[in-house]
């Protein structure tokens, strides 16, 4: 009976013991880190910990940075942007751009005009320079007809006179009266809406771009909608243009719907109180129906915020005469206000500004002359001819 006494007391000192052993770990275990300052703080040991076990104090590192001077967060640098040359004038600064098309209006023009004598043969060979620079065959017979009967009557001898009756008829036939203006003052509690159309590959993102610069330049605030959805390409080029002014750009996924794009700016543009809101098209043309399809319901979309201010056709001149046939598509579709001609500067046929504006009726508002990003000029049609035909000298 002691034995069996003895065996429970034992057994009861031996659990004692192991419990006095745990249960201080755990509740070291679950004290929080102390707040106190100093490099590093240290934990009371529980009173609970049973003579003779020896426990280790808790140390809590530091903080990472004390002692380190306090992180300085620099603001990223406002981008600078461009400021675009201003317009007024800007036909004038780059007329040395026309020199290819200087060599047919100009020099070969001026080198039969100087001859002491006009023949018939002189004539054809004024005709022959007029219609090979794509003036066209039914302007270039009247350009000629009025010349010479000017100068049968006036009697002109020398070359600076029929230069000067030559720099007139020529500013006749590029309809000076016409209203190349620009429609881009916001009205009605929204901004003017240009609708921007063209064939891909005549440079119609890219002018976009160069027209907001334009607006810019005039004082006008630009948003960009970038409705060319089929080429993901367009859309990454026109922002990087509204980037570099400061020109905000509304775009869509790709192979989405061209016409919501085109909603959504204008709207934005409404938000926000843009000036002008300049709408990028795609320009495919391998099937004329779906493009009209596409056109049509890009400009009703967008004529629920209003009417479209301004609908610009692009063109490549140096396509000459194919220009005019392509322009007729576009034309069966959106009520075109204007014409931006691009790329005259690589052609020797500047006369297509003429026989663009005879065929179609419609004022050329802009012509590009030159890669740079300011090398979109308003069309001044003096300035133009003075550029074509050079000195007299």
């Not at 160069?210 to 909608?225: H, P, S």
């Not at 919501?260 to 204008?266: G, L, P, R, Y």
């Not at 890009?298 to 220009?323: F, M, S, W, Y």
Request: hydrophobic share 45%; glycine share 10%.
């Amino acid at each position: 009976m002691e034995y069996v006494v003895a065996a429970v007391i034992l057994l009861v000192v031996l659990l004692a013991g192991a419990i006095g052993l745990v249960v201080p770990r755990m509740r070291r275990r679950e004290l929080p880190p102390s707040s106190t300052g100093g490099d590093t703080a240290t934990l009371e040991r529980p009173s609970a910990a049973e003579p003779g076990v020896e426990t280790p104090p808790l140390v809590v590192p530091a903080e990472a940075d004390e002692g380190l001077p306090p992180l300085i967060v620099e603001e990223p640098a406002a981008p600078v942007l461009d400021k675009p040359e201003p317009t007024a004038g800007r036909l004038v600064r780059l007329r040395a751009r026309l020199s290819r098309s200087q060599n047919v209006f100009g020099k070969g023009l001026l080198s039969v005009l100087s001859r002491d004598h006009l023949d018939e043969d002189a004539w054809e060979e004024i005709e022959d320079s007029l219609i090979s620079a794509d003036v066209g065959v039914e302007a270039t017979q009247a350009i000629v007809a009025r010349l010479r009967e000017r100068v049968r009557v006036l009697g002109s001898r020398t070359v600076a006179e029929v230069r000067e009756q030559l720099a007139e008829e020529l500013v006749a036939a590029l309809e000076p009266d016409f209203d190349r203006t620009l429609k881009t003052t916001p009205h009605d509690g929204r901004p003017a809406v240009m609708l921007v159309v063209g064939v891909n590959g005549a440079g119609k993102t890219t002018t976009c771009g160069k027209i907001g610069r334009v607006l810019i330049a005039d004082g006008r605030t630009v948003l960009f909608g970038a409705a060319d959805t089929f080429r993901a390409a367009a859309a990454d080029q026109i922002q990087t243009w509204g980037e570099r002014v400061g020109a905000e750009t509304v775009r869509g996924p790709e192979g989405g719907d061209p016409a919501s794009v085109a909603f959504d700016a204008v709207k934005r543009g409404v938000d926000t109180g843009i000036d002008t809101v300049i709408i990028d098209t795609a320009g495919r043309l391998q099937n004329k129906v779906g493009l009209m399809d596409e056109l049509g319901k890009v400009k009703r979309v967008v004529e629920k915020h209003g009417p479209v201010d301004e609908t610009l056709l692009i063109l490549d001149a140096t396509t000459g005469q194919n220009g005019l046939e392509q322009a007729r598509v576009f034309t069966e579709v959106v009520d075109v206000t204007g014409v931006v001609l691009t790329k005259l500067d690589g052609t020797a046929k500047g006369g297509i500004v003429i026989a663009v504006q005879r065929k179609l009726g419609i004022p050329v508002k802009l012509v590009g002359l030159g890669e740079g990003p300011d090398d979109l000029a308003p069309f001044e049609p003096a300035a133009f001819v003075e550029a074509l035909l050079g000195s007299a000298a």
